[in-house]
């Protein structure tokens, strides 16, 4: 029986939901919970039914082709085909191989451990560098939540972020998805089960961040959160349902809690961006905001633009303005910075758009994953907004 592909989403959803899933099924489940949320999501357009021969990913200055919407009539195998066959998406100067086998540089004195977390939510591993600047009791922790087909290593490299860590003196946490627990190892941002406190994803990488606070000695204000798409979204949840462990969180690439519910919500909220403030889900809004630095790309075609504003909406409510706003460019690269102040003047979130900015980390490194070397350094600007909110140190 043929289907649109929207149909197919839908009959694909509810075999989901039902006991008896066949292998074929399953499979489908996997493959779109890789696609859909990060790198690992290939451009729709490559779900034309039409053959094409390979092409060079669009470099990041070019504006993104504009996608068309899938025919009609067209089995469900038929889909299961071209999505297993679709290949990741590239974006920036960084644009090789996903999750490559990389180790950050480790400086003398420094250390770049292994470790692994144990929980009733589930298991993790995870790297931890500690800096030969502050060994025994750095000045702050950094949650580090990698994209998807990323691994903490090439996470590390990409953002330079250990690099800035030794330079402040700081631990930074890289834990590791895998891919038992999503197809591409993306953090599951979409289901309602790992959008709430004490249950799934969130009460783990609390979890790991309540431990890494105690062995190091510090304090919630001196404690991060930050992400890239997929990871970019986990952080977004952390800071909503944990801002007594986190006291501020950077988000790249990213969407809203409550952007999406499941599968086809998902794909729907990085098309053309999720529902405000979380409405679809029944999630409020925070009655105290942590503090946020956004990044996004204007012409990400993987995770829409549109979603940074969402982000902004569901922190302050749609009808919040800027009290600054501050154009520049840097290393070629225009961007737009929007700063949002609460009632005491306290600067509560960054809004930076940097235009033709892929899905990519801005200002990263060549060595790494999804980055862009050009326009601002997300990694630097987000900590300055970190450590700008710390006690004096």
């Known amino acids: 029986m043929t289907r649109s592909f929207a149909a197919a989403m839908r009959r694909a959803n509810r075999m989901m939901r039902s006991a008896g899933m066949t292998q074929a099924t399953r499979s489908f489940q996997q493959t779109m919970a890789g696609l859909m949320v990060d790198s690992a999501l290939a451009p729709l357009a490559a779900l034309q039914p039409k053959?094409?021969?390979?092409?060079k990913a669009t470099p990041l200055k070019a504006k993104p082709a504009r996608t068309k919407a899938p025919k009609a009539g067209r089995t469900l195998g038929t889909v299961l085909?071209?999505?297993?066959?679709?290949?990741p998406q590239r974006s920036g100067s960084g644009g090789g191989t996903t999750g490559r086998t990389v180790t950050p540089r480790t400086p003398d004195g420094a250390q770049y451990l292994s470790r692994r977390h144990h929980t009733t939510a589930g298991t993790r591993s995870y790297r931890l560098y500690l800096p030969a600047s502050q060994p025994k009791r750095?000045?702050?922790l950094i949650l580090m939540l990698h994209g998807c087909n990323q691994t903490p290593d090439d996470f590390a490299v990409g953002t330079h972020m250990n690099v800035l860590a030794e330079k402040h003196g700081l631990a930074i946490?890289?834990?590791?998805?895998?891919?038992g627990n999503n197809a591409a190892a993306c953090w599951n941002w979409f289901r309602p089960g790992d959008q709430k406190r004490g249950a799934g994803e969130p009460a783990l990488l609390a979890s790991l961040t309540r431990k890494l606070t105690r062995e190091l000695?510090?304090?919630?204000?001196?404690?991060?959160v930050a992400g890239l798409s997929a990871g970019g979204a986990m952080a977004a949840i952390l800071a909503d349902v944990y801002?007594?462990?986190?006291?501020a969180a950077g988000v790249h690439s990213g969407l809203a809690r409550g952007a999406a519910r499941d599968v086809l919500s998902a794909m729907s909220a990085m098309r053309s961006g999720g529902a405000s403030g979380g409405a679809a889900t029944g999630i409020a809004a925070p009655s105290k905001p942590l503090r946020r630095i956004v990044f996004h790309g204007d012409s990400d075609s993987t995770v829409h633009p549109s979603n940074a504003a969402m982000?902004?909406?569901g922190v302050l409510g749609g009808e919040a303005a800027p009290t600054k706003v501050t154009s520049r460019s840097v290393r070629g690269r225009s961007y737009t910075r929007s700063d949002f102040a609460g009632r005491d003047g306290t600067v509560l979130l960054e809004l930076w758009m940097v235009e033709a900015g892929g899905h990519a980390w801005s200002g990263g490194r060549a060595a790494g994953s999804y980055t862009d070397?050009?326009?601002?350094?997300?990694?630097?600007q987000m900590i300055r907004f970190f450590l700008a909110g710390s006690p004096a140190q």
């Open 51 to 55: 053959k094409a021969k390979p092409r």
């Open 81 to 87: 085909k071209q999505l297993r066959a679709a290949q």
């Open 138 to 140: 750095p000045k702050g």
């Open 173 to 179: 946490a890289y834990p590791a998805q895998t891919s």
């Open 217 to 224: 000695g510090l304090e919630r204000d001196a404690v991060f």
């Open 243 to 247: 801002p007594d462990v986190f006291s």
């Open 311 to 313: 982000i902004v909406a």
């Open 373 to 380: 070397g050009k326009g601002p350094d997300a990694s630097v």
